[in-house]
T-cell receptor
Framework: ETGVTQTPRHLVMGMTNKKSLKCEQHLGHNAMYWYKQSAKKPLELMFVYSLEERVENNSVPSRFSPECPNSSHLFLHLHTLQPEDSALYLC?????????????????FGAGSRLTVL | AQKVTQAQTEISVVEKEDVTLDCVYETRDTTYYLFWYKQPPSGELVFLIRRNSFDEQNEISGRYSWNFQKSTSSFNFTITASQVVDSAVYFCALSGLTGGGNKLTFGTGTQLKVEL
């Protein structure tokens, strides 16, 4: 496989469920990101990992818990979500962070996981 | 604070028409980067172009062209002779040095529909 792969593509869960979203990149990148895409809103950055360490957490509720076991994998653990958390969750990766290079690095995105919270 | 405005929520054109997608940005950084991404129905955002704030040359790539004007803080995107496959949501994004961590600020996107 190539690029950034996200599973599952679609997920429906109740507010009391616990589920996880998975992201895998095959590009040899060392930075990974979670974005939330809601209708009519700009993409919201949730978490950034560089070399498996979290470097940014944008005031995301604790019901979202990221995990980056290695530079190729990123998870988003979900528990006790609310209906307003329904959205498309996009994973992305890049080679290096913006601040580490002379130019802003291009992100490669996955196709997203469409989450519906009932 | 950074901000990207894409005032056009949705544009419909007939195939072979030219179409321009507008992008206006705000930043206090003197060095910054502007991007355009395309999101087809399949969901993944596809990188189209990156431009740094010191390079105001317009760029053409096939049917795509970009007009960067610092004086008006705009980075507009034109598709010439549009095709049905161009139908997608297009996002303009901004990354400034103060953002750090490759924090892209996205606009709300413009849905482009190209019909036969």
């Amino acid at each position: 496989e190539t690029g950034v792969t996200q599973t599952p593509r679609h997920l429906v869960m109740g507010m009391t469920n616990k589920k996880s979203l998975k992201c895998e990149q095959h590009l040899g990148h060392n930075a990974m990101y979670w974005y939330k895409q809601s209708a009519k809103k700009p993409l919201e950055l949730m978490f950034v990992y560089s070399l498996e360490e979290r470097v940014e957490n944008n005031s995301v509720p604790s019901r979202f818990s990221p995990e980056c076991p290695n530079s190729s994998h990123l998870f988003l653990h979900l528990h006790t979500l609310q209906p307003e958390d329904s959205a498309l969750y996009l994973c992305a990766s890049s080679q290096g962070l913006h601040s580490e290079s002379s130019g802003a690095n291009v992100l490669t995105f996955g196709a997203g996981s469409r989450l519906t919270v009932l | 604070a950074q901000k990207v405005t894409q005032a056009q929520t949705e544009i419909s054109v007939v195939e072979k028409e030219d179409v321009t997608l507008d992008c206006v940005y705000e930043t206090r950084d003197t060095t910054y980067y502007l991007f355009w991404y395309k999101q087809p129905p399949s969901g993944e955002l596809v990188f189209l172009i990156r431009r740094n704030s010191f390079d105001e040359q317009n760029e053409i790539s096939g049917r795509y062209s970009w007009n960067f004007q610092k004086s008006t803080s705009s980075f507009n995107f034109t598709i010439t002779a549009s095709q049905v496959v161009d139908s997608a949501v297009y996002f303009c994004a901004l990354s400034g040095l103060t953002g750090g961590g490759n924090k892209l600020t996205f606009g709300t996107g413009t849905q482009l529909k190209v019909e036969l």
